[in-house]
C-alpha cells in the first residue's frame, strides 16, 4: 500500500514557475515508477510526466516538453515537478500516481495508487 499526498499548488500569472511534490508513505517508493496527471475542468485526465523508479528514464506529453521537469528523491520519498513558463492551459488539477511497472506510465490504467490532487491556477 502506498499513499501519496501533493502539495506546491497554487494561483500564479502566465510565466511564472512552481513546484509541485508528492511525498509517499511506506518503505517501497524506490520500487514504484511515479507519474504526474492533470485534469482541467470539463476535460478528461491527461498524462503530463512520469519518472522510472531509478530515476534513469523520464517522459513527457509534449505540451509540456521543455517546460516541465520530473524527478525524484528516494531517500525522501518523494517524487517533484517543476514546472516553468506556465500557460492558462496548464490549469487543473494535479495527480501523482505509483506504478508497480516501468511500462505504459503514460497510461492512467498502469497506476494503481493515486494522491488526491493540488489545484494549479494559471492567470492571463
Known amino acids: 500500500q502506498v499513499q501519496l499526498v501533493e502539495s506546491g499548488g497554487g494561483l500564479v500569472q502566465a510565466g511564472a514557475s512552481l513546484r509541485l511534490s508528492c511525498a509517499a508513505s511506506?518503505?517501497?517508493?524506490?520500487?514504484?515508477?511515479m507519474g504526474w496527471f492533470r485534469q482541467a475542468p470539463g476535460k478528461e485526465r491527461e498524462f503530463v510526466a512520469a519518472i522510472t523508479w531509478s530515476g534513469g528514464s523520464t517522459y513527457y506529453a509534449d505540451s509540456v516538453k521543455g517546460r516541465f521537469t520530473i524527478s525524484r528523491d528516494n531517500a525522501k520519498n518523494t517524487v517533484y515537478l517543476q514546472m516553468n513558463n506556465l500557460k492558462p492551459e496548464d490549469t487543473a488539477v494535479y495527480y501523482c500516481?505509483?506504478?508497480?511497472?516501468?511500462?505504459?506510465?503514460?497510461?492512467?490504467?498502469?497506476?494503481?495508487?493515486w494522491g488526491q490532487g493540488t489545484q494549479v491556477t494559471v492567470s492571463s
Open positions: 500516481a505509483a506504478a508497480s511497472t516501468g511500462y505504459g506510465l503514460e497510461y492512467g490504467d498502469t497506476y494503481a495508487y
Open positions: 511506506g518503505r517501497t517508493f524506490s520500487s514504484y515508477a
